[in-house]
């Protein structure tokens, strides 16, 4: 095979590759340089037979810049590359039409009818998908990073296998991730060189440093300029300064100038070629570039209105390099101004005017001058360049040839001195050929044994009539689990070519299948590489197809939809078990509500189980209506969970007292109880004059208790010596001891009542010494249900049934509530 440069080599400009190999021509790439030579030698293509394809890396101009020419040259051929590349490249090219038109001592090199010609002649592919564009030659595109739909392009041939890598990073970006190859193994590499002769510097770092220049600038009133590639480098600015504006919580103005806007909308309209994070917000419908203070310039007025205003601003405009485009213009207003910083963060041809100010920043002062538009300026403000380079360095070029382990390496994409530099290393380690082309020199490669390549999908095409759809795609996927692909990824091209035998595809039908595979239970979406598509094996499609509990979200609006009415008024959660538990005002309700909670339970896949405490304060209010409605007014309430009564104490008697005692029992499963005074207190006892003195009656309680295993924990005399009370570690507890205590009010003359309080700490200490005698731990604290008589816990791992029965016997026997484990 043979390697041709027609632009590109030993220079970062007017990439341009022929590559003839098994009497075929494929170009890849045509770009311009920014210069007056700006073609790459298409003369010579003529003279070496054209080309028969032309495959397409990336929407930057220095490799699609001259494509409409060759467009024009060769009207028989075909254009490939992806989406959101051929969306670019009409951006890029219609832009450079306008740029050609508005200068009057320029002569287009090309018209719209060329751009015209050469997208309707553009097929697109997605990623990791190998199609057949000539016969005997397959290419496959495989993600470069770099800016968005960037493709290293794998072709091979009988001749050999070639890895054109065009502009690569090896760095994820924000907006789009690193370059991603599978195991292939080819016989060229064709790399670029750019930093060939440098390592960056930590790409977290230089955007704290872009950041914090910035803010230094602003909080000083000052304006920022950033010169930005409207293709990536803009889209990179535009999330970091909206990252950082958020994780430093405070806001400035951001206006974004030139062909940023369509670019902007590309990057939207292609989410399956964005990073997995921001491909995800594009799905539910996020802006992620532009918010209320970072706006887009719509026209000359506001651009004006802008760089005049005495405001603190950030602006980024095209071009990267300050040589066209609103960034020269803001440039001009700015260079000169103390308080102004014009931040350089992208590449910088030798000979543009962003090169020449980064130079003048080691000058003395006096000497700081620079030409704008044919103009004269003196340099005032700062100039700084940040490392956000979207190409691989040294090291990561190296690592990444290591890796290929190719036979012959070509560099290209460089200047002389990066190419030099990374050249010299690569001889030393690694074991291939290492070639240095110059354009317009013929390389000759020949390859006595290819490599064999690891085959991707090499299973039989079907040739299936009907579109592939919801119906027959079950059986698209036992056929792919029969070929043995299990595990194995495809991509919507792929489904579509073995299904129906397809390779030249409607981008309307790829995106059809691409929604058709998202929502099929037989495949699953790469969450890194959304593009692909695993062929899920039978057990997880049937483990798929299990019904599943309902979404939470959606569970708790249902839930609030059915029982809202109900006195429904929190929704509480356990997802690691899938149970919800509801919280109704009065519990008791619950009882009427089985159906009901069964039909939700089987909607929703939850089991329900219900809090039984009651909602105090609805239950106050409740009750303060219904006695306002009787013309009386609350003075006090209380609610005892021993006995499950509420207390009010109402300002009179009424006639109805029965009758809303009755009503709010149905109504709540609560006793209520009206505390009314009266001045002839029917319950009222004579003092017993024999009765024993109140310390030798205590201390006979303590010896009537003192071998008995429950312990009184409390002994009081109440309502000035009316009676003693007794407090147990609950009101149950005492149940037990019925007999002994009458038994006491009959030796002292004493009338011996019991608290109703429970001792909830002394609760939990008696179920921590009983788990203690099994060596159990308690997950967390147990929660308490004193209306119910039930405490719920959590226990560590798994408790032998006899065990577990054991100790809720023992709780319940020392304080009369039901143990739930």
């Keep these: 095979m043979e390697i041709v440069f027609l632009g590109g080599a030993k220079e970062v400009g007017a990439s341009c590759v022929l590559i003839k190999t098994g009497g075929k021509n494929i170009l890849i790439d045509s770009g311009i340089r920014m210069k007056e030579d700006k073609l790459p030698n298409l003369q010579l293509l003529r003279e070496l037979g054209g080309a028969d394809i032309c495959l397409i890396s990336h929407a930057h101009l220095d490799h699609i810049g001259s494509l409409p020419l060759i467009a024009r040259e060769y009207p028989h051929i075909f254009f490939y590359t992806n989406q959101p590349t051929k969306d670019l490249v009409k951006v890029l090219l219609y832009d450079s039409l306008k740029i050609m038109d508005s200068k009057e001592d320029e002569i287009p090199i090309y018209a719209e009818k060329n751009v015209e010609d050469l997208l309707d002649r553009t097929i697109t592919y997605g990623f990791n998908y190998t199609f057949e564009p000539l016969e005997g030659i397959k290419v496959t595109f495989f993600p470069a990073g770099h800016i968005l739909g960037a493709s290293m392009i794998f072709i091979q041939t009988q001749e050999g296998s070639i890895l054109y890598t065009g502009d690569f990073s090896t760095e994820k970006q924000l907006t789009v991730d690193k370059a991603s190859v599978p195991k292939i193994r080819p016989d060229v590499v064709i790399c670029e060189s750019t930093y060939g002769d440098r390592l960056h510097t930590n790409r977290s770092y230089e955007e704290e440093r872009l950041f914090n220049s910035i803010y230094e600038f602003i909080s000083k009133g000052g304006k920022v300029l950033i010169p930005a590639f409207a293709i990536g480098r803009a889209q990179e600015i535009i999330l970091i300064l909206r990252n950082y504006m958020k994780k430093k919580k405070v806001e400035f103005n951001v206006f974004i100038d030139g062909m940023v806007r369509e670019v902007i909308r590309v990057y939207k309209n292609n989410p399956t070629f964005l990073s997995s994070r921001y491909y995800k917000k594009v799905l539910k419908g996020e802006e992620i570039f532009l918010s209320e203070n970072i706006n887009v310039i719509t026209d000359k007025k506001q651009r004006e209105e802008v760089i005049s205003s005495s ?418 570690v609950t009101p149950f507890v005492a149940e037990k001891y019925k007999d002994k205590l009458n038994e006491l009010s009959q030796k002292t003359g004493w009338e011996i009542r019991i608290s109703q309080t429970i001792n909830q700490v002394e609760m939990v200490n008696i179920l921590k010494d009983i788990l203690a005698k099994y060596n159990i731990d308690l997950i967390k604290n147990p929660s308490i249900y004193p209306s119910i008589r039930e405490v719920r816990i959590k226990l560590a791992g798994e408790i032998d049934s006899n065990i577990v029965n054991e100790i809720a016997n023992e709780f319940y026997d020392r304080t009369g509530f039901y143990l739930k484990i």
Aim: hydrophobic share 35%.
């Design 311 to 728: 405001n603190p601003c950030v602006i980024i405009s095209s071009s990267g390099m300050l040589t066209g485009g609103p960034s020269v213009f803001y440039a001009e207003k700015l260079v000169e101004n103390q308080n102004a910083l014009i931040a350089i963060t992208g590449y910088q041809d030798e000979e543009s005017p962003g090169r020449k100010l980064l130079e003048l920043t080691e000058l003395p002062e006096s000497e700081r001058k620079i030409e704008l538009n044919g103009k004269e300026y003196e340099v005032k403000c700062k100039v700084e360049k940040y490392g956000l380079s979207a190409h691989a360095d040294r090291d990561s070029i190296l690592g990444f040839l290591a890796m290929l382990k190719p036979k012959t390496v070509v560099f290209a994409h460089g200047s002389e001195e990066a190419i030099s530099q990374l050249s010299d290393m690569a001889i030393k380690e690694i074991e291939a050929a290492v070639l240095i082309p110059q354009n317009g020199e013929v390389t000759t490669v020949s390859i006595e044994k290819p490599r064999r390549q690891l085959s991707f999908f090499n299973v039989r095409k079907l040739s299936n009539i009907e579109p592939l759809n919801e119906e027959n795609i079950k059986s698209l996927w036992e056929y792919l689990l029969e070929s043995k692909q299990e595990a194995n990824h495809i991509t919507a091209e792929h489904a579509i070519l073995i299904w129906n035998g397809k390779q030249f595809l409607e981008r309307d039908e790829v995106n059809r299948v691409f929604e058709l595979l998202k929502s099929s239970p037989y495949f699953e979406q790469n969450p890194r590489k959304p593009y692909l598509f695993r062929i899920l094996s039978r057990a997880e499609v049937e483990d798929k197809l299990k019904p599943k509990p309902m979404e939470q979200n959606k569970m708790r609006e249902l839930a609030f939809e059915m029982f809202k009415d109900f006195g429904l008024y929190k929704v509480g959660m356990d997802i690691e078990n899938v149970v919800v538990t509801f919280y109704f005002n009065f519990p008791h309700i619950a009882n009427r509500l089985e159906d009901k909670i069964k039909e939700f339970e089987e909607k929703t896949l939850w089991k329900v189980e219900v809090n039984p405490n009651i909602n105090l304060t609805y239950a106050q209010k409740y009750l303060q209506k219904l006695l306002e409605d009787e013309g009386v007014k609350l003075l006090k309430f209380s609610y005892n969970p021993v006995i499950n009564a509420i207390v009010v104490k109402p300002n009179k008697e009424f006639d109805s007292m029965k009758e809303l005692c009755s009503k709010f029992l149905d109504e709540t499963g609560i006793e209520l109880i009206f505390d009314i005074e009266n001045k002839e207190d029917c319950t009222a006892r004579l003092q017993n004059k024999d009765r024993m003195e109140q310390n030798k009656a205590l201390l006979l309680i303590d010896l009537y208790f003192e071998n008995e295993k429950d312990k009184v924990y409390k002994k009081s005399i109440k309502e000035g010596g009316k009676y003693i009370e007794l407090s147990f």
